[in-house]
């Protein structure tokens, strides 16, 4: 509460800088989301939301209407109301930021996603994936539909990881990713059980693999190889027993 009450003083000061000394600089529109962060942790939801307007107002008024900074924008008003369980407005803001943050992509539809590679912010675009997917499960009667839709989104989701991961120079920013984002994958593969135990579908199982394989870099993969995440729970029960069958396999094979 302190250090929130200090960050209040400092972002309030280097606004009133900017007001007073460049008043018609993008900047200050990053100073309005970061207050309105700081706002949104403190569960001041209005003063937050005055603060995304402004923002947003300045971003569109410098960069158009799709620039990253705009799809930032509308990813923080999209955290905002899911905080509120306001799920459909939150999906509405997450669709905005995506359409913001593609080159052609301009459905407001929820049921559609973007190209990843139409993306102009990689980072951007996964934060408003990843948002959107969480969303979809939150919904009121979310059904199978809505889980194969989340599912897809994950899977968008996850390929841009890939790609930021490749683009990454040095091996230390390559695990910070996968660090910061494992738990992207184990959503993902909870899902992926979800619909397999509903549809009996032999697919979600493939793709349930597919995302353990692409987190190869990751603690998750390191843990399923240890059987340690398994002690934990972490690993759904229907992936532990093909893992064992396919081991079974294999010892089989090699005795053959």
């Known amino acids: 509460s302190g250090d929130l009450s200090e960050a209040e003083k400092y972002y309030k000061a280097a606004i009133e800088n900017r007001l007073k000394y460049t008043p018609k600089s993008s900047n200050l529109g990053v100073d309005y989301i ?3 962060e700081l706002y949104a942790a403190k569960n001041q939801y209005s003063k937050a939301f005055s603060y995304y307007c402004k923002a947003e107002n300045i971003f569109e008024t410098h960069f158009g209407k799709k620039n990253n900074y705009l799809s930032a924008t509308y990813t923080a008003y999209a955290n905002l ?3 509120q369980n306001e799920i459909n407005k939150a999906l ?3 669709q905005q930021a995506l359409i913001a943050v593609s080159g052609s992509f301009n459905s407001s539809n929820i049921s559609m996603n973007p190209q990843i590679a139409d ?3 990689k980072l951007d675009m996964l934060k408003a994936l990843k948002g959107k997917a969480q969303s979809i499960l939150k919904r009121d009667k979310a059904n199978t539909q809505d889980f194969e839709l989340s599912l897809n989104t994950y ?6 990881i890939d790609d930021i991961s490749k683009s990454y120079i040095n091996d230390e920013s390559k695990l910070f990713l996968s660090e ?3 738990n992207t994958y184990v959503e993902a593969m909870q899902l992926a059980e ?13 793709i349930a693999f597919a995302f353990a394989e692409k987190s190869k870099s990751s603690v998750l993969m390191a843990n399923i190889r240890a059987n340690e995440a398994m ?3 972490k690993i759904p029960s229907f992936i532990q027993s093909i893992e064992q069958n396919l081991k079974n396999n294999l010892s089989f094979n090699e005795q053959s």
Not at 194 to 206: A, D, Q
Request: positive net charge; hydrophobic residues 40%; aromatic residues 18%.
């Open 231 to 233: 002690k934990f729970g």
């Open 34 to 36: 970061n207050i309105g």
């Open 92 to 94: 509405a803001y997450y």
């Open 180 to 182: 910061n984002e494992k």
């Open 155 to 160: 899977q968008l989701a996850i390929q841009l």
């Open 81 to 83: 109301f899911e905080k």
């Open 194 to 206: 979800k619909l397999f135990y509903i549809t009996k579908k032999s697919e979600f199982v493939n």
């Open 119 to 121: 993306a102009t912010s």
